[in-house]
């Protein structure tokens, strides 16, 4: 079977210190005039998207390209998956113009773990449903660690959406194999309490003061609300009781960061002023997932 | 006269409480005698080591036909379930056309006749087209053979249209089978909500979405004083309202399949569809209630839930596949291992969940090898070393989560109406 990436549960710490530090030495050529290696020279990737996406698409276009690979981006809708070709052969198809390995961003949980079963060709999940985004979690890790020295003894809180998150299952999972003390935060409707058991070093808590007090780190996430099957909250109250506002910032630790996957939502998830301030780093996110899919990419196919 | 003879075989008959060595004399399709047979007989069958029962009843099967044909047919699911063992099998209605009325039901009656190696009787749907409103033609249906009324896998959600159901199909001495789900709680779910479903990121099919519906249904079978019987029980909340109100002396029944008692959510192979069933693979706490309602005789019988489905339909994101998987060739050696190896039940018992229990529950003169009673035989063994490979089932689908798995004991030998119609190679 071809190692691809699927997720951040089967991985041990050691990969990801090593997936994480190779990343960190592809940060400076983000600055570099001349960008391109040729590390990966004559290999292709192709990106399989199917939903929508902008910045992880572009993010593994372009780190894939930065290391001197051939990327091609194909997106569902104009394709043949439109025209009712299924999974499997859409990804059989693909796999016999033989390149070296397919990214893959899909609606329904485990599809890239199904097709790894049936092709032999290495899968990187670029988010699955609701169950993984291996690389946003590892770009979260290197943007964490870009401030901190170790993520051992950190405290992060995540806030939102936990139920229908891949971002938050992919985080938990890696934060908690680096012996971090994880906060998940919702309403109960979006907050099942078998998470607790998922990793550990997990609690929750449907208060978000509590949740923030003497926090290192703030994940906030996205409401997905076309994730959910109905409405699991009302929306109206949403920002209300689980939306960062810039006072919650003083129940944090003063040096306190304020992370978020993307694309924001304004006055749902977090207020402007937060999404604005000096304690987001949700630019440097956006910016190291260039250089943690170079990683991921020179891993896998390199 | 045709005349076969099953010489030296252990006879377990848990209608007359027979459990002993005997021989089984079958003439003209009837059962003959039973006990030393020292008369020569034009066809002799020997039995040494094997298990001689009254023929296997399985009372939830999906037939696929008329109108699912690439999936099963009468014919190909019948062979499967008398390689399985099975001398009769019921057929839910959830066809197309849906078995809602007589003309159907005698189709498929007329089909099984020419076509089933097994003895085939129909259930009827509840309501027209399963669609939950307005009752189906339930008297003409049982005239023309059904044993049964069920909107399997299209639970009637309305309250009234069921309590009026249950009425009529009383009128008729005719059980209410249920598969109780509430469409709104188990809405988008793919497998039982627990630990599992968190961690992979599917949705849940709570238990209590089952579990609403049973006591829904216990409660108007009292009022309605319906036998009611809860198809493929698979929570523990379920098992023990079920138990309780057999206790209380209502006519409530229930049936448990091998799948359901063999395995918990825990044990699926992450987005394999062959684990994707309703209701789904339970907690191992569910699971062993389900045993345990098995051991306390509060489950009445072992059904499979055979639900074929062609590999394009199961080959799929695990959100989009259908539900359900096959089940008759496995359903012996599942309850062998499971149930009979790990001393949880007597062999007696594991014979009357497959042939005296779903009898009653439907009032079928099957199930039995009293003199006189039609020559339905199952011959199994007990210790037989055997694979099950999907790809040489009967069944016209290979969506089973046991392809590959090695059994100890199985069916050896199957016997319709008098007439050998399988045996192990």
Redesign the interface.
Known sequence: MPAGMLGIEELDRAEIEAILARAKHFQPIQDQSLKKLDTLRGKMIVNLFFEASTRTRTSFEIAAKRLGADAISIAASGSSVSKGESLVDTLNTLAAMRPNAIVMRHSASGAPHFLARHLAMPIINAGDGTHEHPTQALLDARTILDRRPTLEGLRVAIIGDIAHSRVARSNVYLLSKFGAEIVLCGPASLLPPQLAQMAPGVTLTNDIREALLGTDVIMMLRVQLERQHEAAFPTAEYFQFYGLRLEHLALAKPDAIVMHPGPINRGRELSSEVADSQRSVILNQVENGVAVRMAVLERVIG | MPQLLIKNGHVIDPASATDTQADVLIQDGYIAAVGAVRAPAAEVLDASGLIVAPGFIDMHVHLREPGFEHAETIETGARAAAAGGFTSICSMPNTLPVNDNATVTSYIIERARKLAATNVFPIGAITKNSAGEELSAIGSMKAAGVVAISDDGRPVMNARVMRRAMEFARSFDLPVIDHCEDLHLS??GDMH???E????????IPASSEDVMVARDILLAETTGARFHVAHISTRNAMAMVAYAKQRGLPITCEATPHHFSLTDSQMV???SNFKMKPPLRSACDTGAVVEGIVSGAVDAIATDHAPHPG?EK??????CPFGIIGLETALGLALEHLVHTGKITLARLVALFTTGPARVLHLDRGTLAEGAPADVTIFSTDLRWTYDVNQSFSKSRNSPFDGHAFRGGPVATIVNGAVVWQRE
């Open positions: 809405a988008g909500e627990g630990y479903s968190v961690r992979l990121g599917l949705h849940g992450p987005y394999d394009s080959m799929q994101e695990f959100e989009k």
